[in-house]
């Protein structure tokens, strides 16, 4: 059973850092792109994307992103950050990790790390 477990969040000030991790197991396929997307609070608020990494490092990220959030990988442990800088007061918000495996035609959900604007 794939399983991903996210780590790192918390409370953060404005303008301050934050560095998310997530690990898969239990996988036997290898894990294509890794990704980071967050949904604020509120009921009508959608899950959106932060960013992806393909294996290779290519990397996708969301507009709101402008330089301040950096995604990494590590493959050999299967996985993936998300470095958080100068975070802004309306970014409270649970992100999750997402990956999808090669040769299989889904994506596999974390259950979320939250991140929180302490001010």
């Known amino acids: 059973q794939v399983q991903l477990v996210e780590s790192g969040g918390g409370f953060v000030q404005p303008g301050g850092s934050l560095r998310l991790s997530c690990t898969v197991s239990?996988?036997?396929?290898?894990?294509?792109?890794m990704g980071w997307y967050r949904q604020a609070p509120g009921q009508q608020r959608e899950r959106e994307l932060v960013a992806t990494i393909t294996r290779d490092g290519k990397t996708n990220n969301g507009d709101f992103v402008k330089g301040r959030f950096t995604i990494s990988r590590d493959s050999a442990k299967n996985s993936v950050y998300l470095q958080i800088n100068n975070l802004k007061p309306d970014e409270t918000a649970v992100y999750y990790c997402?990956?999808?495996?090669?040769?299989?035609?889904?994506?596999?959900w974390g259950q979320g790390t939250q991140v929180i604007d302490s001010s």
């Open positions: 997402n990956v999808t495996l090669v040769g299989i035609g889904r994506g596999y």
């Open positions: 239990g996988s036997s396929f290898s894990i294509s792109t």
